[in-house]
Nanobody, 124 residues
Framework: QVQLVESGGGLVQAGGSLRLSCAASGRTFSYYGMGWFRQAPGKEREFVAA????????YYADSVKGRFTISRDNAKNTVSLQMNSLKPEDTAVYYC?????????????????WGQGTQVAVSS
C-alpha cells in the first residue's frame, strides 16, 4: 500500500555530485521518519542518512558526514539526499526507507517499507 520510488542515480566521476530523490505515496508521509541506506555488491546493507518526521533532526553515517545532506518536503511527499564530493567507495545501490517503528534511526529493523533502489556509480 505504501510505495517508495527512488530516482536520480547515475555514473559520476570522483569529486562530483548527485541528488537522489524518493517519492512516497499516501497522505501520511509526514507521520514517519525516513532513511537512506546503501548496499554494494558483496557487502551488507548499511545506513547512510535519516531524517525525523518534522525534518528537525538528521542523522548521518560517519563515512558520509560533511559530504551528504538529507532533506524532506512533506508538502510534496519527497525525501532527498544531496551527495557531494563523491568517492568510489560510495558506489552502491541506494534505497529509500520509511521508519515505521520506534528505535534507532541507524538500525535497519525500525524501517518497514523500502523502495526498489537506484544505482550510484562513482568512477576514479
Amino acid at each position: 500500500q505504501v510505495q517508495l520510488v527512488e530516482s536520480g542515480g547515475g555514473l559520476v566521476q570522483a569529486g562530483g555530485s548527485l541528488r537522489l530523490s524518493c517519492a512516497a505515496s499516501g497522505r501520511t508521509f509526514s507521520y514517519y521518519g525516513m532513511g537512506w541506506f546503501r548496499q554494494a555488491p558483496g557487502k551488507e546493507r548499511e545506513f547512510v542518512a535519516a531524517i525525523s518526521r518534522s525534518g528537525g533532526a538528521t542523522y548521518y553515517a560517519d563515512s558520509v558526514k560533511g559530504r551528504f545532506t538529507i532533506s524532506r518536503d512533506n508538502a510534496k511527499n519527497t525525501v532527498s539526499l544531496q551527495m557531494n564530493s563523491l568517492k568510489p567507495e560510495d558506489t552502491a545501490v541506494y534505497y529509500c526507507a520509511r521508519k515505521g517503528d520506534s528505535g534507532s534511526y541507524y538500525q535497519v529493523t525500525p524501517y518497514d517499507y523500502w523502495g526498489q533502489g537506484t544505482q550510484v556509480a562513482v568512477s576514479s
